[in-house]
C-alpha cells in the first residue's frame, strides 16, 4: 500500500483535459515537503516531469502542469495526445518514513 | 549529457545478496551534490524507493522496509554508487533503477537522470 494515494487510472479523449491527484498526510505533503511528478512511458525508466511542486524542466511541454495545496497536489494534462498514455507517478519526502514515498501511480489513457 | 547505467547479475539464487552497480557518465560527484537513490518495479507495479546516499557525505537513508538488508555505498573516484541487498528471496525480483537528484542549498530537486533499468530475478 503506498503512501501517497492516486487514482489507478484517468482517462480523456484527445484534446482535452485530464486531473491526476495525490493526496498525501501530515508527514509528507502536508508537511511541506517538496511534491515531484514522474511520467513513465511503456517499457521505459520513470521520467522527470514536474519537480518541487509546480516547475517543468526543459523539454517538458507546457500542457503539464501542477499545483499543490494543504496534504495534495495534482498534475494537470491540457490538450491530451496519444503520446501521453503512460503511467504517472507523485512522489515526496515523508518525516516518519524518513525517506521518499511513491504514490501507487495513475495510467492515463487516451480514448 | 550526463547517463546512468546499472550493471550486475541478472539472476540471483534466493538466500543470496544482489549487487549492483550505477556508473555516472558525463559528469562527476565532485560538480555538484545529488542524491542517488536505487529503486525498484516489479513486474507490472509501481515504483519502490530503496534507499539514498548523499553524493557530499556519503550518509545513506533506506527504506524502513529493507533496512536490515540494505547497503549502498559510493566510489566518487569510478564515478558509481552501489546497492547490495542480501538474503534475497522471489519477492525481491524486480527491475532495478538507479537515479540522481541534484540537491541545492538542501533543497532536493526530483530525480531528473535515471538509469534504464536492469532486470534482476531471484531463482534458483
Known amino acids: 500500500q503506498s503512501v501517497l494515494t492516486q487514482p489507478p487510472s484517468v482517462s480523456g479523449a484527445p484534446g482535452q483535459k485530464v486531473t491526476i491527484s495525490c493526496t498525501g498526510s501530515?508527514?509528507?505533503?502536508?508537511?511541506?515537503?517538496?511534491v515531484h511528478w514522474y511520467q513513465q512511458l511503456p517499457r521505459a525508466a520513470p521520467k522527470l516531469l514536474i519537480y518541487r511542486n509546480t516547475n517543468r524542466p526543459s523539454g517538458v511541454p507546457g500542457r503539464f502542469s501542477a499545483s499543490r495545496s494543504g496534504s495534495s497536489a495534482s498534475l494537470a494534462i491540457t490538450g491530451l495526445q496519444a503520446e501521453d498514455e503512460a503511467d504517472y507517478y507523485c512522489?515526496?519526502?515523508?518525516?516518519?518514513?524518513?525517506?521518499?514515498?511513491f504514490g501507487s501511480g495513475a495510467k492515463v489513457t487516451v480514448l | 549529457q550526463v547517463q546512468l547505467q546499472e550493471s550486475g547479475p541478472g539472476l540471483v539464487k534466493p538466500s543470496q545478496t544482489l549487487s549492483l552497480t550505477c556508473t555516472v557518465s558525463?559528469?562527476?560527484?565532485?560538480?555538484?551534490?545529488?542524491?542517488c537513490s536505487w529503486l525498484r518495479q516489479p513486474a507490472g507495479k509501481g515504483l519502490e524507493w530503496i534507499g539514498r546516499l548523499y553524493s557530499s557525505s556519503g550518509i545513506s537513508d533506506y527504506n524502513p522496509s529493507l533496512e536490515s538488508r540494505v547497503t549502498m555505498s559510493l566510489d566518487t573516484s569510478k564515478n558509481q554508487f552501489s546497492l547490495r541487498l542480501n538474503s534475497v528471496t522471489a519477492a525481491d525480483t524486480a527491475v532495478y533503477y538507479c537515479?540522481?537528484?541534484?540537491?541545492?542549498?538542501?533543497?532536493?530537486?526530483?530525480?531528473?537522470?535515471w538509469g534504464h533499468g536492469t532486470t534482476v530475478t531471484v531463482s534458483s
Open positions: 558525463g559528469d562527476s560527484f565532485s560538480s555538484d551534490n545529488y542524491y
Open positions: 512522489q515526496s519526502y515523508d518525516s516518519s518514513l524518513k525517506g521518499y514515498v
Open positions: 537515479a540522481r537528484a541534484r540537491v541545492v542549498g538542501g533543497v532536493d530537486y526530483g530525480m531528473a537522470v
Open positions: 501530515s508527514s509528507n505533503i502536508g508537511a511541506g515537503y517538496d
